[in-house]
Structure formats: C-alpha cells, structure tokens
C-alpha cells in the first residue's frame, strides 16, 4: 500500500502560477492528476507513466505540466496561465493497472489527502 502527500496548493490571481507536488511512499507506476470543484464531478486533469509519457485534459493543455522524480517517487504539477475556473481541490493518484482511461477516477487505488487551488480573477 501507498501513501500520497499533496502540497504546494493556494491562491492566486489570474494568469498566476503554481506548483503541486505529491510524495508518494514508496514506488509508483502510473500517476494521475484530478480536481473537484465544489457541486462537480471528479476530473482526470493530468497523468504520467514511469517513463515519462504524459496526457493531458483539453482544458489545462498548454498551461499544465506534470513531471516526475522516479528517485523520490515525487511527482509534480506545474500549473501556469491559472484560470478562475482552475479553482478546485486538486488530488494525486496511483495505480499499478495498465488499461482503461487515464482520466476515470475509478482505475486509480491510491489517492492523496487533496490541495486547495483557488484562482481569483
């Protein structure tokens, strides 16, 4: 079992940056990005293979960028351009599973307690 530490969460205008990051506790495979805003459903917003490979949802392309540090098992999310509508609680994610859809919160076993973003405009 895993466990996922976010930080790196806070507020921000627009057009501000931040950076999320998650430790993890020991090794994991595939890592995913979510967030949740209050009254809406859990969304994939980024994912990342041990290799490196990335996806990304349409709404954060061009602006997010998910890395990680297969070393310290730390995956990171930098998180430029923000939007008022980037506000959400942001969570990390595990699973060791290939197959499915990055983006379904349903493939993932391990979660993050969560990071507050919020974007004022």
């Known amino acids: 079992q895993v466990q996922l530490v976010e930080s790196g969460g806070g507020s921000v205008q627009a057009g501000g940056s931040l950076r999320l990051s998650c430790a993890a506790s020991?090794?994991?495979?595939?890592m995913g990005w979510f967030r949740q805003a209050p009254g809406k459903e859990r969304e994939g917003v980024a994912f990342?293979?041990?290799?490196?490979?990335?996806y990304y949802a349409d709404s954060v392309k061009g602006r997010f960028t998910t890395s990680r540090d297969n070393a310290s098992n730390t995956v990171y999310l930098q998180m430029n351009s923000l939007k008022p509508e980037d506000t959400a609680m942001y969570y990390c994610?595990?699973?060791?599973?290939?197959?499915?859809?990055?983006?379904?919160?349903?493939?993932?076993?391990?979660w993050g307690q969560g990071t507050q973003v919020t974007v004022s405009s």
């Open positions: 994610a595990a699973r060791y599973s290939y197959g499915g859809n990055w983006y379904e919160p349903n493939e993932y076993a391990y």
């Open positions: 020991g090794y994991t495979r595939l």
């Open positions: 990342i293979y041990t290799s490196g490979s990335t």
